[in-house]
T-cell receptor
Framework: GQQLNQSPQSMFIQEGEDVSMNCTSS?????WLWYKQDPGEGPVLLIA?????ELTSNGRLTAQFGITRKDSFLNISASIPSDVGIYFC????????????FGTGTKLQVIP | GAVVSQHPSWVICKSGTSVKIECRSL??????MFWYRQFPKQSLMLMAT?????????EQGVEKDKFLINHASLTLSTLTVTSAHPEDSSFYIC?????????????FGSGTRLTVV
């Protein structure tokens, strides 16, 4: 089945640093989604990407849809303590356009 | 914006009992709702898709008789964990969409932490 692998699995960074994480798949995706999950909460959509090569920003967050359609990247600039959480990539599953597969997640911890 | 309310936020039950979790869309009509399960330090795994007025479709490996889903109205879906066992302890999250074509940004509830003792 479709699997989304994220790296790194976890990371500790100093407040103010930039962060990069990625998501790769063995299958092609036509849409990439990036979510953030705070502890004990449901995920919240950060950015949605719909076209290969697309680069989209949402405040300090920037995400890119890889041109091969098999990967996506999320960057966070000038990290702050509230950026702490788990970041998931996700993509629509084949055969059911409203179902999505979630990636393995990247846990981000910010040291003040 | 779209809001999905999930209740309860946490529940502890005895092994063998049943637990019902509610998922409500507060300001939109949810034609489709999804139920996920998330074990500690793991990703979200889709359990079932719930469409208003029809039977839910379950993912492979999910027992439909154990996880009963009812989507009786456009704003409410319920998940009942029947005869719960400790291995059913998990974080259950619902999401809802109004089926707006290209919009995959469906909204998630805040989750329900189920602990079976």
């Amino acid at each position: 089945g479709q699997q989304l692998n994220q790296s790194p699995q976890s990371m500790f960074i100093q407040e103010g640093e930039d962060v990069s994480m990625n998501c790769t798949s063995s299958s092609i995706f036509n849409t990439w989604l990036w979510y953030k999950q705070d502890p004990g909460e449901g995920p919240v959509l950060l950015i949605a990407l719909y076209k290969a090569g697309e680069l989209t920003s949402n405040g300090r967050l920037t995400a890119q849809f890889g041109i091969t359609r098999k990967d996506s990247f999320l960057n966070i600039s000038a990290s702050i303590p509230s950026d702490v959480g788990i970041y998931f990539c996700a993509g629509p599953r084949s055969g059911g356009y409203q179902k999505v597969t979630f990636g393995t997640g990247t846990k981000l911890q910010v040291i003040p | 914006g779209a809001v999905v309310s999930q209740h309860p936020s946490w529940v502890i039950c005895k092994s063998g009992t049943s637990v019902k979790i509610e998922c409500r869309s507060l300001d939109f009509q949810a034609t489709t709702m999804f139920w996920y399960r998330q074990f500690p330090k793991q990703s979200l795994m889709l359990m079932a898709t719930s469409n208003e007025g029809s039977k839910a479709t379950y993912e492979q490996g999910v027992e439909k008789d154990k996880f009963l889903i009812n989507h009786a109205s456009l704003t409410l879906s319920t998940l009942t964990v029947t005869s719960a066992h400790p291995e059913d302890s998990s974080f259950y999250i619902c999401s809802a969409t109004g089926g707006l074509g290209h919009n995959y940004g469906y909204t998630f509830g805040s989750g329900t932490r189920l602990t079976v003792v």
